[in-house]
Each structure stands twice: as structure tokens, then as C-alpha cells.
Nanobody, 124 residues
């Protein structure tokens, strides 16, 4: 079992960058698949990016391809989401999710552990 905690959100202007962090407890975190989802007010939670166990291919939603990059540092038990050229439509609560299956899924039901979320607000 792991616990994940997100950080790094904030209020930025369009075109700025942010790096979100997902810090996890547990010595086997490196075996977990980890993904970022986001949820805007009144909308469904949507997949943003995912990274399987170390060395595996990463996945990004089509709308974020080229702007968002997910990476992991297993020595620090941390997964990052680098977000560049932010747009107002990126405004949402961003959640980190982890699953011991090691497999990335784009639906939220595929993850057993979730953080509380971090707010990202992009002003125009």
C-alpha cells in the first residue's frame, strides 16, 4: 500500500510553466504505474499522462502531447509532471494516482491509490 501527495500547483499566467510532484510512501513504489489526471469544475476526471514501472514508455493525452512530460525518480519515490506553455483551459485540480498492476490505463477506475489533488489555475 502507498500514499501519494501532490504538490507544485498554483496560479500562473498563460504561457508559463509548472512542475507538479507526486511524492509517495512505500518501498515498492517503483513497481507501481503512476498517472496524472485532472478535473475541472463540473467536468469528469480526465487522464493527462502516465508512466509505468521504470524504463517503460510514457503516455500523454493527445491534447497535452508536446506540452506535458511525465517522469519518475524512483530513488526519491517521486513522479513529476512538467507542464509547459500552460493555457487557461489547463485550469483544474490535478490528481496523482498509482496502481500496483504496473500498467497504465487511461480510465480512473484503473488506479487504487489517489492523492488529494493540487489546484492549477492559469489566467489569460
Amino acid at each position: 500500500q502507498v500514499q501519494v501527495v501532490e504538490s507544485g500547483g498554483g496560479l500562473v499566467q498563460a504561457g508559463d510553466s509548472l512542475r507538479l510532484s507526486c511524492a509517495a510512501s512505500g518501498r515498492t513504489f517503483w513497481l507501481y504505474a503512476v498517472a496524472w489526471f485532472r478535473q475541472a469544475p463540473g467536468k469528469e476526471r480526465k487522464f493527462v499522462a502516465g508512466i509505468p514501472v521504470s524504463g517503460g514508455r510514457t503516455y500523454s493525452a493527445d491534447s497535452e502531447e508536446g506540452r506535458f512530460t511525465i517522469s519518475r525518480d524512483n530513488a526519491k519515490n517521486t513522479v513529476y509532471l512538467q507542464m509547459n506553455n500552460l493555457k487557461p483551459e489547463d485550469t483544474a485540480v490535478y490528481y496523482c494516482a498509482a496502481d500496483p498492476s504496473g500498467t497504465i490505463r487511461m480510465d480512473a477506475t484503473g488506479y487504487a491509490y489517489w492523492g488529494q489533488g493540487t489546484q492549477v489555475t492559469v489566467s489569460s
